[in-house]
Structures are given as structure tokens and as C-alpha cells.
């Protein structure tokens, strides 16, 4: 049964870049109002000058729970309902295990898994009273399977679905009018290879040839699905009322090994980053630190 998002008013989190502001602006080309939120208030403005019909925007911290309820009662008193929101905004950090510290896990899970839990939160009686609610959070194909370098992402990523999938289930025992569902995109073409490696040069890091290597094997072997096109299918699926969906190729391969041969896909992971990433480079992998405010690479 479709579920058309025409006339509904949604919300998207991180919509100033990336997946946010591709599925902003399928939103309203279907027809919805929408209320776009992020920290980045010259990206919202290029949003919204790309949406059609109504659109609210905010600024907006994802990792600070009361702002995230105030922007729950703003966009309700502005449209007068909600209907959906897409709990998007994102952050990348990228560095191995032991060369990071507790303050490298919490940045990233600040805004990769308690944003998405603070959104779910701050807006599910709004969806709630709505009668016809829809909570869509956007996890990642690191959200089943995990790779060298990125166990911060992973870990919030995880944590998405597991959270998504309880409260999907909770939603179905309650037999509350509102749907849930949690989103997998795999390689999606954004800038957030390059951010990484220009983050690290403003900030007085050291770019090896290993690492511009990497970058450049996200950019054009990893990072292949157009941001609209992806927008295209979670928005399909949310009006399909799907549970899950998985965007891209990548997605639907890399869910297919890990659910088949678990072991193997971790290996996979291994393989890939030696001979795809790092290649023949002699030089030492440093880590890198980046951020986005979409989840651009889920």
C-alpha cells in the first residue's frame, strides 16, 4: 500500500548538503511541506532556494536535546502538524581504535546516534497526534557492517538500527499510528572524502600520498550514486512504508555477505581498505578527522 508524502509535513535533519538536501528537495517536488534543519545556515539557504512550495529552516544542533524540542514545537506551530521526520544529520571521523580517545567517540556519537534519538524523541508525539506519523532514520551500510578506521561511525551507525528496529517494534505493539523505518545507503557521491583531506590541511594536519590516494579511491571507485537518485529511493520506500531500505548496489551486496557469511565480510572490509585505499603506498596511514552535516557516506 503507497503512502504518497504529498501535503504531509516533514522534517530533515543535516539538510544543508548531501543526502539532507537531496531528500528536502524530492520532498517538496512530491509535494510536502518542508521544515529543513542543520548548523549550517549558507547551506539551508541554498536548500530552501532549491525546494518548491512552503519550507521552513532553523538552525538547528542535533546533539542538544532541549534545541531539538524547540524545534519540534516550532515547526508544529508553523505548519500546525507533523507528519514525518528524517533523522539525517551526520558526522565522519575517520582514525583506528588505538590511536583515538573517548573524545573521538563522543563528538561522533553526540550527533550520529543521540541526534537521531533526540529527533526521534523531540518529534514522535507530534507524529503521534498527526494519526498518520512516519519516523525514517538514516543509518548506513557501516550500520551492519564494519570497517578498519571507522569504528566511531560504525558504532553510532549500528546503534541507529538497533535503536530504529526497538522502536519499530514498540510501535507495532502499541499499535501506534506511526511507521519506522531505518535507511542503509552504501557509497553515495558527496565531497566528504575531499572534506576529510581539507579538514586535516586547515587544521595543520600532515596529508600523505596514502591518504590522497585514499580520497580519490572513494571518489570515483566507492562514492558512485547520485544524491538525488538516493533521495529517490528512501523517499520511494518511505511512501511504500517500508521497514528497511537499502540504497545502492553496495548496500543491497554488502547486507547479502553479511548476512550469508558474516566471517567473510569482515575480511572483505580488510581486502578492500589494503588494496583499494591504501594500495602500494609505503607510507604510514595517519589518521583523519572530518565532519558533514548530511550523512553522506551511509
Known amino acids: 500500500m503507497k503512502n504518497p508524502v504529498n501535503a504531509k509535513t516533514v522534517v530533515v535533519t543535516g539538510a544543508a548538503s548531501g543526502i539532507g538536501r537531496a531528500l528536502a528537495v524530492e520532498l517538496s517536488r512530491r509535494g510536502a511541506q518542508v521544515a529543513c534543519c542543520d548548523v549550517n545556515p549558507d547551506g539551508l539557504k541554498e536548500t530552501a532556494g532549491l525546494c518548491r512550495g512552503p519550507v521552513h529552516t ?40 588505538a590511536a ?41 551500510l557501516n550500520g551492519y557492517l564494519a570497517q578498519p578506521g571507522l569504528s566511531h561511525y560504525c558504532t553510532a ?23 519506522v523505518t531505518v535507511v542503509h545507503p552504501g557509497g553515495v557521491a558527496t565531497n566528504i572524502a575531499a ?24 571518489d570515483t571507485k566507492l562514492l558512485k550514486l547520485a544524491p538525488d537518485k538516493a533521495a529517490q529511493i528512501i523517499v520511494d520506500g518511505v511512501e511504500k512504508q517500508r521497514a528497511r531500505i537499502r540504497v545502492g548496489n553496495d548496500a543491497l551486496a554488502v547486507d547479502l555477505l553479511t548476512r550469508l557469511m558474516p566471517q567473510t565480510a569482515v575480511r572483505v ?3 578492500l581498505e589494503r588494496r583499494l585505499i591504501k594500495g602500494e603506498q609505503s607510507e604510514p596511514w595517519v589518521p583523519l578527522r572530518h565532519s558533514h552535516s548530511a550523512s553522506s557516506t551511509n
Open 58 to 97: 532553523a538552525s538547528v544542533d542535533v546533539g542538544d536535546p532541549e534545541r531539538l524540542h524547540e524545534y519540534a514545537a516550532e515547526v508544529a506551530e508553523h505548519f500546525g502538524t507533523v507528519h514525518q521526520v528524517y533523522n539525517n544529520a551526520g558526522i565522519s571521523f575517520t582514525s583506528p581504535v
Open 195 to 218: 572534506s576529510s583531506v581539507e579538514l586535516a590541511r586547515q587544521t595543520g594536519g600532515q596529508i600523505t600520498a596514502a591518504q590522497e590516494a585514499r580520497q580519490k579511491t572513494y
Open 269 to 271: 572490509a580488510v581486502l
Open 157 to 179: 551507525k549500528f546503534g541507529v538500527r538497533g535503536f530504529t528496529e526497538s522502536l519499530r517494534a514498540e510501535m507495532l505493539l502499541e499499535r501506534t499510528p506511526v511507521k
Open 100 to 140: 583515538s580517545a573517548w573524545r573521538d567517540y563522543e563528538r561522533v556519537l553526540r550527533v550520529n546516534l543521540n541526534g537521531v534519538i533526540n529527533g526521534t524523541l523531540a518529534f514522535l508525539p507530534h507524529l503521534i497526534a498527526s494519526g498518520d506519523g512516519h519516523v525514517v532514520n538514516i543509518s548506513s
